[in-house]
């Protein structure tokens, strides 16, 4: 079966720097993707990891290690609008393609 | 990147009726997939809509109670039959991309609550 695990809940400052982490489990891993979900909004997509290692984009990033089954996102600069509930989603194979989600983290920054 | 629109965005229904869901894609994608999002929580997957076979439930989800249709690539309906109230929910379609970067276009969802 499949198990995603991710805190749920993290508070940090305004300006500061935040990790996400995620741990997972599954037979059949075929990607690994981050959303940012804003109360009442739907889930919008932030990142996607298949290969381990580091991908950057802007001010978040996410790391992959499949051999550990983690994954993290990180997001620098923090602003206000960056809380939100960040979701961590495994694509799996295992009868057929299919997103399976993590149950969220919320992030509350603080001024 | 794909643009999904649902209908309706919300209703309130009684217990016992059902509603169908619609979304729409501006197109063409193969797999489309239904989820539930209830209050607080993350997003289940309900089932995936292939065109022109019958669609795959996860676990805890049966046909009778939310059929499926996949008329072409780019419309399915979600129906949620003899609602009750934990039924209510929000109801989320989604399209997979995989022409560019792979990511998943979810549609505005319809929140439904079921008195």
């Known amino acids: 079966g499949q198990n995603i695990d991710q805190p749920t809940e993290m508070t940090a400052t305004e300006g500061a720097i935040v990790q996400i982490n995620c741990t997972y489990q599954?037979?059949?891993?075929?990607?690994l993707f981050w959303y940012q979900q804003h109360a009442g909004e739907a889930p919008t997509f932030l990142s996607y990891n298949v290969l381990d290692g580091l991908e950057e984009k802007g001010r978040f990033s996410s790391f992959l290690s499949r051999s550990k089954g983690y994954s993290y996102l990180l997001l620098k600069e923090l602003q206000m609008k960056d809380s939100a509930s960040y979701l961590c989603a495994v694509r799996d194979t295992t009868g057929g393609f299919k997103t399976i989600f993590g149950a969220g983290t919320r992030l509350f920054v603080k001024a | 990147s794909a643009v999904i629109s649902q209908k309706p965005s919300r209703d309130i229904c009684q217990r016992g009726t059902s509603l169908t869901i619609q979304c729409q894609v501006d197109s063409q994608v193969t797999m489309m997939f239904w989820y539930r999002q209830q209050p607080g929580q993350s997003l289940t997957l309900i089932a995936t809509?292939?065109?022109?076979?019958?669609?795959?439930?996860e676990s805890g989800f049966v046909i009778d109670k939310f059929p499926i249709s996949r008329p072409n690539l780019t419309f399915s309906t979600l129906t949620v039959s003899n609602m009750s109230p934990e039924d209510s929910s929000i109801y989320l379609c989604?399209?997979?991309?995989?022409?560019?970067?792979?990511?998943?276009?979810f549609g505005p969802g319809t929140r439904l609550l079921v008195l």
């Open positions: 989604s399209v997979e991309d995989r022409t560019g970067e792979e990511t998943q276009y």
């Open positions: 809509a292939n065109q022109g076979s019958e669609a795959t439930y």
């Open positions: 599954t037979s059949g891993f075929n990607g």
